[in-house]
């Protein structure tokens, strides 16, 4: 029976709704690699997982999460460490010639955290001088497999993000992504296979750095919310497992105030109205979940899960960037949506006199991509990309006035 877990990953029985998505991602990287595209906390995660736990045809997985690292010698050692974990896999790590047979055994055996930090050290610092040729064995040795190897690597964006913001590492961070790329055309490396995902938009990231063209040889997949009927269903099953009597009207209603219907954001107002249940054990009208809505899910009790979404302007955008995406989001809370023109002059407002129209696009683009706006054609005009991060943000900074 399904359970309802906001925040981590899920898995086995408690996937639900992604199905076709996850069968079309299989089939992709069957001749192909592929960019796993959505916002943070749209299930990109549990998609991978999926991918492990129920693989369509004959591929093996190495799983990497990169947000925290910051050097190409820290991905390999990464990757090979990963590698050595898996009873199937780890004769590859084996016969690397710069993996000596004892660093070779501290991977494959039970270690504590210290003495696996301390080996992991060793490795980068060995493999940094030359840390192009050592991938380049690993993945020759990774080719001569018998069967695909797929390489998940999350946070990449996160990744090259970490290298391009400091200036030493800037030109590493380029030279690594064409160097991949180099890779993946290769003729040698059949049987590997790509995907890459990220909460940050990749996109931002690369034209920063000028390499939009490094990863073209990719197929993007976006992940969306999910259709209506399969967020009234998710609903539905959260409700059964928790024996809790949900009338029409009031799933309708829970589904109406958060607007766009992303799984997240249904397990956050579920996860609320089950909470206010178990308090007070009272039936659960439409008009109460307005309340629950409104004094806990736009309150402070639920506040840390949509922090990141004001935080990451700060984090990856540059900082004129930050300050015009702040004030046209304020506006956008107040007003509903503004057309193209009225935003332009906001960031002018912002920029002054060095204000550019191609760049003005490019972060429209950015917010649009990271899930914060979306463009109506019709009206020709920006509004926030869903009713209940609207909400949000009115509720704690659209009456704000500077930053």
């Excluded at 995406?325 to 193209?340: D, N, P, W, Y």
């Amino acid at each position: 029976m399904i359970e309802n877990r906001v925040g981590p990953p899920v898995r086995g029985e408690d996937f639900y709704g992604r199905e076709a998505f996850v069968e079309l991602v299989s089939e992709k990287l069957k001749v192909g690699h592929v960019l796993l595209a959505a916002p943070r906390r749209f299930g990109k995660t549990s998609v991978m997982y999926r991918l492990i736990d129920a693989p369509r045809w004959n591929y093996r997985v190495v799983h990497a999460d990169l947000q925290y690292l910051s050097e190409p010698a820290e991905l390999i050692t990464h990757l090979i460490e990963k590698l050595a974990a898996d009873d199937r896999l780890s004769k590859i790590v084996k016969g690397l010639s710069y993996v000596p047979k004892k660093l070779w055994s501290f991977f494959k055996g039970n270690f504590e955290e210290l003495e696996l930090l301390q080996i992991r050290l060793k490795l980068r610092d060995r493999i940094r001088p030359q840390w192009q040729q050592s991938g380049e064995e690993l993945f020759k040795r990774v080719a001569a497999a018998e069967e695909t190897i797929i390489f998940f690597l999350d946070e990449f964006p996160m990744m090259i993000d970490a290298m391009a913001g400091e200036e030493a590492s800037r030109k590493e961070a380029k030279t690594l992504l064409r160097w991949l790329r180099a890779l993946r055309v290769s003729p040698e490396i059949k049987n590997v296979r790509f995907l890459i995902a990220g909460s940050i938009g990749i996109g931002h990231v690369l034209t920063e750095l000028g390499e939009s063209s490094s990863i073209n040889d990719f197929e993007q997949l976006r992940l969306d919310p999910f259709p209506p009927k399969i967020a009234a269903g998710l609903i539905d099953l959260l409700a059964e497992a928790k024996n809790l009597s949900l009338s029409k009207p009031t799933r309708k209603r829970m589904l109406n105030l958060i607007g766009t219907p992303v799984p997240y954001f249904i397990q956050i107002i579920f996860s609320e109205v089950a909470k206010a249940y178990a308090r007070d054990g009272e039936q659960v009208t439409p008009k109460k979940v307005d309340r629950i809505y409104r004094d806990h899910v736009l309150g402070v009790d639920c506040k840390t899960y949509f922090d990141h979404y004001y935080g990451r302007l700060r984090d990856y955008y540059r900082p004129h960037e930050e300050k015009a995406a702040k004030r046209m989001l304020r506006e956008f809370a107040v007003s509903g949506s503004l057309r193209r023109d009225a935003c332009f002059q906001f960031y002018k407002e912002i920029v002054g006199s060095a204000a550019d129209t191609d760049e003005f696009v490019r972060l429209m683009t950015d917010l649009e991509n990271d899930f914060y706006i979306r463009f109506d054609h019709d009206a020709r005009s920006y509004e926030f990309s869903c009713k209940l991060l609207r909400d949000w943000w009115l509720r704690h900074y659209g009456m704000e006035t500077g930053d």
